[in-house]
């Protein structure tokens, strides 16, 4: 009589996963030494943003949203000023809509020269971090010398128009509660045309590094505009050839809970297949409309389009970045103050819906309000919940090439193909252990 081999499980502790936010675990199990599952375990107690929204006048929704997240609380702030705008039925002047790229202009710069320099370079340089680099050698010093003055020019930008870098105070539903003035917006040119360079440079930079040769079949998902890279505004697209409003979302997404997370996962609904947001769904469906600089530093770089390698993705940001800069050169350029800060609006009954492109993908917001402004229903769906299956997808594509290695090693793999994504799980990921698990 023979006897099923016995079940082993390995387990592969870290005190934490570095270079992302959040707190969770991932358990890989095998059979037979194949691999047949990843699971991403996120832990972290749930936030109830959408039940603390109810009952809130609907004008609270951009500064309660913001606080969702540290690192991108403009793009909170800018789906949810969008999506109480269309309840109300309210037209922001054209002025203050240019002031609103902008400022998240601001954050895409930021957010993503903090991935690229500081959470995902160290991965390809086998470095712990970016002062590890910066002590390699004086080349690498430069390099995050480099990324810091990138994060500062996006800062900067956060700061004059949004009136601060975290959780900005300034948007409101109609506009803005103030404008800054158009000498202060001016004198953003110059350094905002440095830091163009400095992505420019940062691009080269990063297509030189070791990139793995890795193709995932997945299905991208992003905003299309057929006229700029879409920041703030377009329709839903998919390389699987979607083309719907906004306001379809969620007749394309569906939320669903998994009993190995507390964070729901959200998937294409109807259709069996794994799609993901973020920089390279972006580059996948608008390529062709990226910023003149951009196309080039993409093309020098030999950027493929589309690209299917989630490892590239440090090139797709600082692409974007090239994009973000030119943008806001263009911005500050050209900008002039509305009449108002903001126009006036009255409360009325409705369902709002909008999507812009956070620095991670798709952002979508839906509030139902009553008739006297009040939230009665909140609903909101980030990017990272849409990219967890993608991630556990990736996971057990390159799992069995390092379920076998060392403790220490088979941990930092995992740590790297999840790092591609740059997740946010307070809106990602900390482990604190991984589990390799042989099923019966």
């Known amino acids: 009589m023979t006897h099923p081999p016995p079940r082993r499980t390995r387990t592969l502790a870290v005190s934490a996963l570095a270079r992302v936010e959040g707190e969770g675990a991932l358990t890989i199990r095998t059979r037979r030494g194949r691999v047949v599952g990843a699971e ?12 603390l929204l109810r009952g809130r006048d609907a004008a609270d929704a951009p500064d309660v949203t913001a606080r969702i997240c540290g690192i991108c609380p403009v793009a909170y702030q800018m789906s949810a ?18 002031l609103r790229r902008l400022l998240y202009c601001g954050e895409w710069i930021a957010s993503h020269a903090l991935h690229v320099h500081f959470l995902h370079a160290p991965d390809f340089l086998g470095h712990d971090g970016a002062l590890a680099m910066a002590q390699a050698s004086p080349e690498l010093a430069a390099v995050v010398r480099r990324g810091l003055r990138l994060k500062q020019a996006g800062s900067a930008i956060m700061t004059l128009v949004g009136g601060r870098d975290v959780h900005p105070v300034s948007p409101c539903v109609g506009g803005f509660h103030a404008v800054p003035r158009v000498a202060a917006v001016r004198a953003l040119r110059d350094p905002l045309r440095r830091a ?4 420019v440079a940062t691009v080269a930079w990063a297509a030189g590094l070791d990139i793995p040769d890795v193709a995932v079949a997945h299905e991208w998902m992003a905003l299309r505009h057929p006229d700029e890279y879409p920041i703030c505004s377009g329709r839903l697209a998919t390389t699987g050839g979607l083309d719907a409003p906004v306001e379809a979302f969620l007749d394309h997404v569906e939320e669903v809970q998994v009993p190995w ?62 994009v973000a800069l030119e943008e806001a050169v263009r911005l500050v350029e050209t900008w002039e103050p509305p009449l108002a800060p903001a126009v006036g609006w009255t409360p009325r009954a409705g369902v709002g819906h909008a999507v812009t492109e956070a620095p991670r993908g798709l952002l979508y917001h839906r509030y139902v309000i009553d008739d006297v402004g009040r939230i009665v229903e909140a609903r909101i769906v980030p990017p990272t919940s849409q990219n967890q299956e993608a991630i556990e997808a990736d996971l057990r ?41 042989e099923a019966r």
Not at 196 to 199: K, P, R, T, V, Y
Not at 262 to 280: F, I, Q, S, Y
Not at 398 to 409: I, K, M, S, T, W
Not at 412 to 421: D, M, P
Request: net charge neutral.
């Open 81 to 98: 000023v969008a999506a109480v705008e269309q309840a109300f039925g309210v037209f922001v002047a054209p002025a203050a809509a240019m």
């Open 196 to 199: 163009l360079d400095d992505a």
């Open 397 to 437: 594509q390159a799992a069995a090439g390092f379920v076998a290695l060392p403790q220490d090693e088979a941990v930092l793999a995992a740590e790297k193909v999840i790092r591609h994504w740059d997740p946010c799980i307070s809106c990602a990921t900390h482990f604190l252990r991984l589990r390799v698990e």
């Open 261 to 322: 997370s507390t964070a729901l996962h959200a998937r294409r609904r109807g259709r069996d297949v794994v799609h993901a947001t973020g920089p390279l769904a972006r580059w996948n469906l608008n390529a062709a409309v990226a910023t003149p600089r951009a196309r080039e530093a993409a093309a020098a770089a030999h950027l493929p389009v589309p690209c299917t390698n989630p490892a590239l993705g440090i090139v797709v940001r600082a692409v974007e970045m090239v």
């Open 40 to 51: 991403l375990r996120i832990y972290e107690a749930p936030r109830l943003f959408e039940a």
